[in-house]
């Protein structure tokens, strides 16, 4: 694993406050709860000091397994960064069930140079709901943050009430979708609004800027292309000279056993190992 480094004091800071707004604090382990400074050094003397880390253990699919504590509190830090969420952080490829939609994935992230150099995204379509479209889509993030490089992952609505809001912080938040290596837009639709032809445009500009500079996007949508053609012409034949398109369709691939898993993990007092 070669994690990219944090780019900024800022950054950190950033990471620290997104952990300690979802109830974590960053120090402290998120899959086995292992806090630093615990492990406490007595002397001969009488003194004793709090030195490293006590590692602890997790239990997943009845297992009990010895916890990883620094590469879960590192993997974290990258996605929290990413903007990848919680559950995703701990969806494991493994469980992944569209084998042809794999094939391709790994293939993707086989050829990843070369891949790179091109600036060629993925769009996982598919009008079918709940078919692991983001599942597929964080993981190739995650993948590539664990190569060492930089990916925001930014849901459609988000982009679309950051380039409302015209202030200083969405202007940063807007210059990180320019320039980032990989970006990723969960849930690409049109927009639900009078201004749509407004909003067209802002997207336009991001996607323009990005394709011209071989910076490869990645999309989820439930829209067919026809589709996408209708409500993005120009900026979609731009996108899909530089995507490739993987339908997900069908009944297998369907993700409900995620829930009933989840329920399973809370009854057992389990945890998924962020991967
Ligand atoms: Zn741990």
């Known amino acids: ?51 490293g880390r006590e590692y602890g253990t997790y239990k997943y699919m009845g297992e009990v397994y010895e916890c990883d504590c620094e590469t879960q509190i590192q993997l974290r830090k990258h996605y929290l960064l990413a903007g990848i969420g919680e559950q995703y952080m701990r969806l494991d490829w493994a469980d992944y069930r569209n084998d042809a939609v794999k094939r391709d994935v790994e293939l993707y992230l086989g050829k990843w140079d070369a891949i790179r150099r091109n600036g060629m995204g993925i769009e996982f379509g598919g009008e079918a709901l709940g078919v692991g479209k983001t599942f597929a889509a964080t993981y190739v993030a995650k993948e590539l943050i664990k190569k060492g490089v930089q990916v925001l992952f930014v849901p459609f609505l988000e982009f679309l009430s950051t380039v409302i809001r015209d202030d200083d912080e969405s202007r940063e938040r807007m210059e990180r979708m320019r320039r980032v290596t990989v970006l990723v837009v969960d849930e690409l639709r049109p927009p639900r609004t009078e ?51 993987l339908d997900l369709t069908g009944q297998d691939a369907r993700m409900s056993w995620i829930a009933a898993q989840n329920l399973d993990l809370v009854l057992n007092d389990e945890v998924r190992p962020i991967t």
Request: hydrophobic share 35%; aromatic share 8%; net charge neutral.
């Open 1 to 51: 694993m070669n994690l990219p480094r944090l780019r900024s004091d800022a950054e950190y800071d950033r990471a620290v406050e997104l952990a300690r707004m979802s109830g974590v604090p960053l120090s402290r382990c998120p899959t086995c709860g292992s806090n630093p400074e615990k492990v406490r050094v007595a002397y001969a003397d009488g003194t004793a000091e709090a030195e």
């Open 195 to 245: 201004r749509q032809a407004w909003f067209g445009d802002r997207f336009e500009e991001l996607v323009r800027h990005r394709t011209n500079f071989n910076l490869p996007i990645i999309t989820t949508t439930n829209l067919t292309e026809d589709e996408l053609r209708t409500h993005y012409p120009r900026v979609y034949s731009l996108m899909s000279a530089k995507h490739i398109r």
